[in-house]
Nanobody, 123 residues
Framework: QVQLVESGGGLVQAGDSLRLSCAAS????????MGWFRQAPGKEREFVAA????????YNVGSVQGRFTISRDNAMNTVYLQVNNLKPEDTAVYYC????????????????WGQGTQVTVSS
């Protein structure tokens, strides 16, 4: 079965950096678009970034533009999210996503989710 296992979250201070990883198994990773979403307490899950499978083109939400970078290593079946200059408003559970089709910006386009990794940013 498909498994997405995230790692790399933690408690950091504002301005710090983290690299989130998502190891995928049970799917044709090199032919699957991947992404990251996040969910803060009391809020809906929101799109953060995505990367296509064929061209490696990346997409992200405006609030993280210039601070978050998504990348993938098809040989390792792993997708990464480099998060720099973290802010308290970035505090959330970050979820890895494997798309099944549709718009990258929509949670309804995700076929498989990871269990999430907590990122907490203190001011």
């Amino acid at each position: 079965q498909v498994q997405l296992v995230e790692s790399g979250g933690g408690l950091v201070q504002a301005g710090d950096s983290l690299r989130l990883s998502c190891a995928a198994s049970g799917l044709s990773f090199s032919r699957t678009a991947m992404g990251w979403f996040r969910q803060a307490p009391g809020k809906e899950r929101e799109f953060v970034a995505a990367i296509g499978w064929s061209h490696g083109r990346t997409y992200n939400v405006g609030s993280v533009q210039g601070r978050f970078t998504i990348s993938r290593d098809n040989a390792m079946n792993t997708v990464y999210l480099q998060v720099n200059n973290l802010k308290p408003e970035d505090t959330a559970v970050y979820y890895c996503a494997a798309y099944s089709g549709g718009s990258y910006y929509l949670a309804s386009s995700v076929g498989y989710w990871g269990q999430g990794t907590q990122v907490t940013v203190s001011s």
